[in-house]
């Protein structure tokens, strides 16, 4: 992470960055980007290590969430849960998972459609919780005061996820 000093000796002044705040977001959203297609790589080769699966990391978080608590999930709960509203792929999704034996549909139209996991699928999830616990989250704990650094990380990631939510609205009012 850069210092106040290398902030200063670097030139990070560019179309997304003419100030002190601006660079932080920029810097900040740009780690996001990596850390967003660093973590989809590492769930989808967790995932593989553990079934023999090819699913992407956005497939493979629904996995988890249909798993979560143990209790069937419409698409809609889905959606809501994953702050996604591109509906189409997550139905694409839930079928792949069924085909492949980890989810199971339940319902229908007029009962409402759920998802839960199939027993293949609590135990690739159990599994896939193994390897996370090794690989992961030993690497975390062997880091000093990171828990807090986490839990910090977290609180300030859902509070710019409501931020980006209501600009979002606010900036679609202004299209052009």
């Given at each position: 992470?850069?210092?106040?000093?290398?902030?200063?000796?670097?030139?990070?002044?560019?179309?997304l960055?003419?100030?002190?705040?601006?660079?932080?977001?920029?810097?900040?959203?740009?780690?996001l980007?990596?850390?967003?297609?660093?973590?989809?790589?590492?769930?989808?080769?967790?995932?593989?290590?553990?079934?023999?699966?090819?699913?992407?990391?956005?497939?493979?978080?629904?996995?988890?969430?249909?798993?979560?608590?143990?209790?069937?999930?419409?698409?809609?709960?889905?959606?809501?849960?994953?702050?996604?509203?591109?509906?189409?792929n997550?139905?694409?999704?839930?079928?792949?998972?069924?085909?492949?034996?980890?989810?199971e549909?339940?319902?229908?139209?007029?009962?409402?459609?759920?998802?839960?996991?199939?027993?293949?699928?609590?135990?690739?999830?159990?599994?896939?919780s193994?390897?996370?616990?090794?690989?992961?989250?030993?690497?975390?704990?062997?880091?000093?005061?990171?828990?807090?650094?986490?839990?910090?990380?977290?609180?300030?990631?859902?509070?710019?996820?409501?931020?980006?939510?209501?600009i979002?609205?606010?900036?679609?009012?202004?299209?052009?």
């Amino acid at each position: 992470m850069p210092t106040d000093q290398d902030t200063q000796d670097l030139n990070y002044r560019w179309h997304l960055s003419g100030s002190e705040t601006e660079v932080a977001c920029t810097e900040l959203e740009f780690s996001l980007m990596r850390c967003f297609e660093a973590f989809g790589r590492w769930q989808t080769e967790c995932l593989a290590s553990v079934g023999d699966l090819a699913a992407s990391g956005p497939e493979n978080a629904l996995l988890h969430i249909v798993r979560m608590n143990d209790r069937a999930k419409s698409i809609k709960e889905l959606a809501r849960l994953t702050n996604r509203d591109d509906i189409p792929n997550i139905q694409y999704s839930m079928r792949k998972l069924v085909s492949e034996g980890l989810i199971e549909k339940q319902g229908s139209g007029r009962t409402g459609v759920t998802y839960q996991a199939t027993d293949k699928g609590k135990q690739i999830t159990d599994d896939y919780s193994a390897v996370r616990a090794r690989l992961l989250i030993e690497q975390i704990k062997s880091l000093p005061e990171f828990d807090n650094r986490l839990k910090e990380a977290g609180q300030t990631l859902n509070i710019l996820a409501g931020i980006y939510e209501e600009i979002s609205r606010i900036a679609a009012t202004h299209r052009r």
